[in-house]
């Protein structure tokens, strides 16, 4: 509980406690004089039942610590949400018994909270002498005491301040919710004695009796000399001493001692036990990891997330880890990656999934998993090339295959692209990719060249669109397809985008921390050295050899279909031209 400091009317509101039987005080009621008390009590939707129920009660143990009667504390009472209702005006009732009854048949208007319209009635009807107030000669101290959950929908400033100026005295009560700037644009000054913003109950007892001692007799906390190491609680003619919490009063009833909570014996930790303010608290050893039980330790994972840095694999071995590389890969200086893919060329083109599901923070690791990718591969012109689109409900090329010929300039894009959001229309992107990413215009290098073009989707949800026909289309067109699923991703829609066999295709990970392990399988499709393009090596198609070659191959399958009956009657003619060409043809 946050409370500013206070005299004794609004502590009263803010240090009774929610029930009835314990908003009571002790002892004979204070005797301070006349008073004109207007209570203004927010009532909107935005308070719950059992709030209000917790205000009602309020109010009636207040009304027990008070001096009622016609020549003594006059109360009021009004709510407000809305609108504004008179539960009772101040020359109403001089019982208690009255007051109660009435408080207690309260029924909330739930509606909006106009706070300012409140005020403005308050020192309009109910601070007047036809609704009981006594009239200003008499002097009488007129208070209102507003007590409000939430912001109001109205102006408070300058109505506020209008009744201020005729005489009334405000406290502004917020209850959780409530906004603090207009409890002190509500409130008379000094604010910190008129400002009170409760946060919990948990101490109202024990400021309760404070009030009291306020109220009724000597401050006896407030005049010093009172010894408590932590806090002094003020009671009528006496006072004691109170903890903080964590803590109990020593044997000489002023000091505090922590309380060894471990050593009662009963704490079941498996490691150790360690004393704080709440209590004990188990802790482990260094390499372990406490268990949701909060007693139980197990021994860390250090693998088990991105941060051991591994390019390929991670192996957790007690208090350490060790980096392991494929067969055939050797670990770096660095102890973490390995040599990277030297021959062959590629283009690549990444799909990835930036749809809502997959979040902002996952989309992070989605980026740092991409240049792992680009990591183990010979980015170059000459070499690979790569290529990113970003779907969600659209789709957009973050960069073409022609834009960067390194591999630092690839990842610092990577890096920078932003998350988009939304649906996942995978069947859209792999149709922008088959459209569009692998054109010559894009940065594609020319069928002719025999460079494998590579597609990568990655993904972790249901398509909301159809994949089907342009899954088979991007194969058709002899792209070289691999799937990687995470999460929620469908086995069968990958298993439909990838290509054959769907075993090397296909990758999937339960979740975005731990699909660094699918780095391995990708470099061993994906790599050139040992995947589709191993040994490619690229040569012009007008050289003599390419010539000679596409010729043959030309021919050769003529033949077969022409054995096969299928071209019997053109492959006879083609056979004749076949062998013309063969004798007449002049290579360079």
Not at 171 to 177: D, L, T, W
Not at 388 to 406: A, K
Not at 472 to 481: C, D, L, S, T
Request: proline residues 5%; neutral net charge.
């Amino acid at each position: 509980m946050r409370i500013l400091p206070c005299s004794p009317l609004p502590m009263l509101l803010l240090l009774l406690q929610p029930w009835e039987t314990q908003l009571q005080f002790t002892g004979p009621r204070c005797r301070t004089g006349p008073l004109d008390l207007v209570f203004v009590i927010d009532s909107s939707r935005s308070v719950r039942p059992f709030e209000f129920e917790t205000m009602r009660q309020f109010l009636v143990g207040l009304l027990r610590g008070l001096d009622l009667g016609p020549n003594a504390t006059r109360v009021g009472v009004i709510q407000y949400s809305s609108q504004v209702q008179s539960v009772f005006p101040l020359g109403a009732f001089s019982r208690r018994e009255d007051m109660e009854r009435a408080i207690r048949a309260l029924v909330p208007l739930a509606q909006g909270t106009m706070t300012g319209l409140a005020i403005q009635y308050a020192m309009n009807v109910a601070f007047s002498v036809a609704e009981g107030a006594r009239p200003p000669e008499a002097r009488v101290p007129r208070v209102a005491v507003i007590v409000t959950d939430g912001r109001p929908q109205d102006r408070v400033a300058e109505v506020a301040a209008q009744a201020r100026a005729r005489g009334i005295e405000i406290y502004a009560v917020g209850v959780q919710r409530a906004d603090v700037g207009s409890l002190r644009a509500m409130a008379s000054p000094p604010l910190d004695e008129h400002v009170f913003l409760v946060e919990s109950f948990d101490l109202i007892q024990e400021f309760g009796l404070q009030f009291q001692g306020r109220l009724c007799g000597k401050n006896l906390c407030a005049e010093g000399g009172h010894g408590c190491q932590h806090k002094c609680v003020n009671s009528p003619g006496t006072f004691h001493c109170t903890c903080n919490t964590g803590y109990q009063l020593a044997t000489d009833n002023k000091s505090c001692l922590a309380i060894d909570h471990c050593s009662f014996g009963n704490h079941s930790c498996q490691h150790e036990c360690v004393n704080t303010l709440g209590g004990p608290r188990c802790h482990c050893r260094e390499g372990h990891d406490l268990l949701p039980d909060g007693r139980s330790c197990q021994v860390r994972d250090l693998c088990n997330g991105v941060d051991h840095g591994c390019e390929f694999q991670c192996v957790s071995e007690g208090l350490t880890y060790r980096c392991l590389c494929p067969e055939g890969r050797q670990l770096q200086a660095d102890g973490k990656s390995c040599n990277r893919c030297r021959e062959g060329h590629v283009d690549l083109v990444l799909l990835v999934d930036g749809s809502k599901s997959v979040r902002p923070q996952n989309f992070e690791l989605v980026k740092r998993f991409v240049n792992q990718i680009v990591d183990f591969l010979d980015v170059s012109p000459e070499g690979t090339r790569i290529g990113l689109v970003q779907f969600s409900s659209r789709v957009r090329t973050e960069f073409p295959l022609g834009r960067y010929g390194t591999a630092a300039e690839v990842k610092q894009a990577v890096l920078a692209i932003e998350y988009m959001e939304r649906g996942t229309m995978t069947g859209l992107a792999l149709r922008h990719m088959v459209e569009h990413s692998f054109s010559e215009a894009q940065g594609a290098r020319p069928r002719v060249l025999n460079v494998p073009r590579v597609g990568l989707v990655f993904t972790d949800g249901r398509s909301q669109d159809d994949i089907s026909v342009w899954a088979a289309r991007a194969k058709e067109e002899g792209i070289v397809m691999y799937a990687v699923g995470v999460g929620k991703a469908v086995e069968e829609e990958l298993r439909e985008i990838a290509s054959e066999p769907a075993e090397l295709h296909v990758s999937y990970s339960p979740d975005f921390n731990t699909m660094t392990h699918l780095l391995e399988n990708l470099r061993g499709s994906i790599c050139p050295e040992e995947g589709i393009s191993a040994g490619t090596e690229l040569r012009s198609p007008c050289e003599c050899e390419s010539l000679v070659e596409f010729q043959g191959r030309t021919l050769g399958a003529l033949e077969s279909l022409t054995q096969n009956h299928i071209l019997w009657g053109q492959g006879r003619r083609l056979k004749g031209r076949g062998r013309g060409s063969r004798d007449t043809q002049r290579l360079p």
